[in-house]
T-cell receptor, first 117, second 115 residues
Framework: DTEVTQTPKHLVMGMTNKKSLKCEQHMGHRAMYWYKQKAKKPPELMFVYSYEKLSINESVPSRFSPECPNSSLLNLHLHALQPEDSALYLC????????????????FGEGSWLTVV | GENVEQHPSTLSVQEGDSAVIKCTYSDSASNYFPWYKQELGKRPQLIIDIRSNVGEKKDQRIAVTLNKTAKHFSLHITETQPEDSAVYFCAASPILNQAGTALIFGKGTTLSVSS
């Protein structure tokens, strides 16, 4: 089973709202990721968690706040977003935290389509 | 940091022809190179990957080649079919910090296969 589950699939929120995106995997993977993808663009890395600790934050604005409650769950808390933050938010996971001599296959969830109005 | 260049940005072929997409990367420490296919409105799906200790890998109609000296890798699709139409992304996995690495993507190639 190579399933990464994301909820909700679609989210519309106002600029003053607080919402969260959720991601879950039960593959025993120890690295989890958030990517942002705009239309006709490649996925852009936002955050990486390795062994439930934040290991990479790609200079993401503080209105995006990641959280990893346990090894299977990853959340992205959203607050005071701007219309330009509207995008597809992809969660992904890989078996082991990368950094060794071999790469690790990264599996993407279906994504959460976010619209900020 | 790592930079991945992908060419061409669009590619149109006739059904049955071959398609080749090329990528170059900048970080010689990168050691993992996957290719993803993304259909409209869907998630990126891994179609093939190659690691730095291998020069070529094939899976049915899809093959990937890697030249570590030149720092480039390519995707080859033979006998293309209309259902191969999608956006294809190459990626490279550099070492970003002590704790780990993450995929850096090329800008994508929109492949159109006409019947």
């Amino acid at each position: 089973d190579t399933e990464v589950t994301q909820t909700p699939k679609h989210l519309v929120m106002g600029m003053t709202n607080k919402k969260s995106l959720k991601c879950e995997q039960h593959m025993g993977h120890r690295a989890m990721y958030w990517y942002k993808q705009k239309a006709k663009k490649p996925p852009e890395l936002m955050f990486v968690y390795s062994y439930e600790k934040l290991s990479i934050n790609e200079s993401v604005p503080s209105r995006f706040s990641p959280e990893c409650p346990n090894s299977s769950l990853l959340n992205l808390h959203l607050h005071a977003l701007q219309p330009e933050d509207s995008a597809l938010y992809l969660c992904a996971s890989s078996q082991a935290p990368p950094g060794g001599s071999s790469g690790n296959t990264i599996y993407f969830g279906e994504g959460s389509w976010l619209t900020v109005v | 940091g790592e930079n991945v260049e992908q060419h061409p940005s669009t590619l149109s072929v006739q059904e049955g022809d071959s398609a080749v997409i090329k990528c170059t990367y900048s970080d010689s420490a990168s050691n993992y190179f996957p290719w993803y296919k993304q259909e409209l409105g869907k998630r990126p799906q891994l179609i093939i990957d190659i690691r730095s200790n291998v020069g070529e890998k094939k899976d049915q109609r899809i093959a990937v080649t890697l030249n570590k000296t030149a720092k480039h890798f390519s995707l080859h699709i033979t006998e293309t079919q209309p259902e191969d139409s999608a956006v294809y992304f190459c990626a490279a996995s550099p070492i970003l910090n002590q704790a780990g690495t993450a995929l850096i993507f090329g800008k994508g190639t929109t492949l159109s296969v006409s019947s």
